[in-house]
């Protein structure tokens, strides 16, 4: 049942993203998306793995194997697309995200309530953003270098994103009354930035430890 | 620096003297100037989908006046390169790009809608780059936000992303659509109502370029109007009131499909010592074109001798 990792190219716009296939499995497939400057593991993690289906890894435009653009331009709604480029690879998934990853799983599961068949939201890199309000402007005074990746344009606009608790929330509302699941949102995360806190409080949302949360989404 | 011919075709419309590229972290941007080399320098920053020439009677006003106008086409729009991802900070570098190709002086910056809202921004994060602000209609207020139920807004919103999501599925090998310079005039009529069927065949000469199957929009097909974001109208009002620089803001004040629906009021309280504040009846959005005497006189009043 396990074959070898294998990965799959997928198109969003005119970025080449890596989607990792890190283990075979009967049913509905688990997509781990990483935090901000991390890329895809390599094996299934032990926390995961009592996942009984297929799970795959996406690497965010700019991270990992996945294609770097110039000039930035990063936005976390951007991601959200990444995994729909994904999901039109995937079909009906339940999400994985750490950090970044769980800001972005929650958006792709507000954004599209009937592929996203649940998503797990634990702690990681880049799990705050730059809080509920704009910080004070900033703009580069020069090009950064990018030697590779993580592109630094990535590191530097997602470390600063904005991330309103009422703008969680509206995502967190439309997974949990579109998708049709009792619990859509599993919060497994240590942290709680504002936009957690709120997404945590909000109905259809199950605060629970990561096997818990596994065994809710596997469950037919 | 290359020449580029005038296009005649509109009464009073004169293209660019000069054009040049610069690059801005990777991305090359076309670069357009208006009036003598050595003049002192006045920076014109375009809409959203809109370019650099929409300024072709605006800014050879201003530069009859004794400035050197210096307009880009933002990335993506215009003659500059397309990019692969699009988004306000990417924007807001590129200004620092094209303000640093003109000058490290302090210098006067008018901004029209988008441009508006990024000049701003520009001038809350570097003031000792921008000696006057000047905002053309870019101002959004709370007002400019839809006033609907709560469960409206979801609804609006799930519509929204998933047709964004569809969109972003098949940007890969979009173009735009051909047609006549009257098909895409009419076409960009139906988000400009107010302006001339006249102004917008014009538009479509110099914004436009004519593929073998008919004019198509420069524009990159991967951009696309409207959208979302935890972006909010009051945290663009919340940077006004530390402003350094002197601010003249002119708003449209009739109503139409491009505009903030602003009114002289709601940005009243937010405005920094001294600003001043117009607002002018029966013109829309597009202030300058509407009517470009009248703005490029309020501008060039409010920043006196060219110096």
């Known amino acids: 049942m396990t074959r070898p990792e294998a990965t799959v190219t997928v198109l969003h716009s005119r970025i080449e993203l890596a989607l990792h296939r890190l283990r075979d499995g009967d049913g509905a497939p688990l997509l781990h998306l990483h935090g901000l400057g991390e890329r895809s593991p390599t094996a299934v993690p032990g926390h995961l793995a009592g996942w009984p289906g297929p799970i795959w890894a996406l690497d965010f435009t700019g991270h990992g194997a996945s294609g770097m653009p110039v000039g930035g331009g990063y936005f976390c709604e951007l991601l959200m697309a990444d995994v729909d480029a994904a999901l039109a690879h995937l079909g009906p998934t339940i999400l994985y995200g750490r950090g970044l990853g769980a800001y972005v799983a929650l958006l792709t599961a507000g954004?599209?309530?009937?592929?996203?068949?649940?998503?797990?939201?634990?702690?990681?890199?880049?799990?705050?953003?730059?809080?509920?309000?704009?910080?004070?402007?900033?703009?580069?005074?020069?090009?950064?270098?990018?030697?590779?990746?993580?592109?630094?344009?990535?590191?530097?606009?997602?470390?600063?994103?904005?991330?309103?608790?009422?703008?969680?929330?509206?995502y967190a509302r439309l997974a949990a009354t579109l998708s049709g699941l009792d619990v859509a949102l599993a919060v497994c995360a240590q942290v709680r930035p504002p936009w957690l806190a709120a997404v945590a409080a909000e109905p259809g949302v199950r605060e629970i430890d990561r096997s818990g949360a596994l065994a809710l989404f596997a469950a037919p | 620096?290359?020449?580029?011919?005038?296009?005649?075709?509109?009464?009073?419309?004169?293209?660019?003297?000069?054009?040049?590229?610069?690059?801005?972290?990777?991305?090359?941007?076309?670069?357009?100037?208006?009036?003598?080399?050595?003049?002192?320098?006045?920076?014109?920053?375009?809409?959203?989908?809109?370019?650099?020439?929409?300024?072709?009677?605006?800014?050879?006003?201003?530069?009859?006046?004794?400035?050197?106008?210096?307009?880009?086409?933002?990335?993506?729009?215009?003659?500059?390169?397309?990019?692969?991802?699009?988004?306000?900070?990417?924007?807001?570098?590129?200004?620092?790009?094209?303000?640093?190709?003109?000058?490290?002086?302090?210098?006067?910056?008018?901004?029209?809608?988008?441009?508006?809202?990024i000049t701003v921004q520009f001038a809350s994060a570097l003031p000792h780059r921008v000696s006057h602000l000047v905002n053309l209609d870019g101002l959004p207020s709370r007002r400019s936000m839809p006033d609907v139920p709560d469960h409206e807004r979801t609804k609006l919103m799930a519509d929204e992303l998933?047709?964004?999501?569809?969109?972003?599925?098949?940007?890969?090998?979009?173009?735009?659509?051909?047609?006549?310079?009257?098909?895409?005039?009419?076409?960009?009529?139906?988000?400009?109502?107010?302006?001339?069927?006249?102004?917008?065949?014009?538009?479509?000469?110099?914004?436009?370029?004519?593929?073998?199957?008919?004019?198509?929009?420069?524009?990159?097909?991967?951009?696309?109007?409207?959208?979302?974001?935890?972006?909010?109208?009051?945290?663009?009002?919340?940077?006004?009131?530390?402003?350094?620089?002197?601010?003249?803001?002119?708003?449209?004040?009739q109503p139409e499909t491009m505009s903030s629906g602003t009114q002289p009021a709601d940005i009243e309280p937010s405005l920094p010592p001294g600003a001043r504040i117009v607002g002018l009846e029966d013109t829309g959005h597009f202030v300058h074109i509407e009517q470009p005497r009248r703005v490029a006189e309020l501008v060039l009043d409010f920043l006196g001798t060219p110096a």
């Open chain 1, 111 to 170: 954004a599209r309530p009937d592929l996203v068949r649940g998503a797990i939201l634990d702690d990681g890199p880049g799990l705050k953003g730059g809080g509920p309000e704009p910080t004070t402007p900033y703009v580069l005074p020069e090009p950064l270098e990018t030697p590779g990746p993580p592109d630094p344009y990535a590191l530097f606009e997602l470390s600063h994103d904005v991330r309103p608790a009422d703008y969680a929330t509206t």
């Open chain 2, 1 to 117: 620096m290359t020449d580029v011919p005038d296009a005649a075709g509109y009464p009073g419309a004169r293209g660019p003297e000069r054009t040049r590229a610069i690059v801005s972290h990777g991305i090359r941007l076309a670069v357009h100037e208006w009036g003598e080399r050595d003049a002192p320098p006045l920076v014109l920053a375009h809409g959203g989908f809109d370019f650099a020439r929409t300024f072709d009677v605006f800014a050879p006003m201003l530069a009859e006046a004794g400035w050197r106008i210096v307009a880009w086409d933002q990335r993506g729009h215009g003659d500059s390169q397309h990019a692969a991802l699009y988004s306000w900070e990417a924007d807001l570098r590129d200004v620092v790009a094209v303000v640093d190709s003109v000058s490290r002086d302090p210098l006067p910056i008018v901004g029209h809608s988008k441009g508006g809202g």
């Open chain 2, 162 to 253: 998933g047709t964004w999501l569809d969109f972003r599925r098949n940007v890969v090998g979009r173009s735009r659509r051909p047609g006549t310079i009257d098909e895409l005039a009419e076409r960009r009529g139906r988000m400009n109502p107010r302006l001339s069927r006249e102004w917008l065949r014009y538009l479509v000469t110099v914004g436009g370029r004519r593929d073998a199957d008919g004019w198509r929009w420069k524009i990159d097909p991967a951009l696309r109007m409207g959208g979302f974001g935890p972006w909010r109208a009051q945290w663009a009002m919340a940077r006004l009131p530390g402003l350094s620089m002197p601010l003249l803001a002119v708003l449209g004040l």
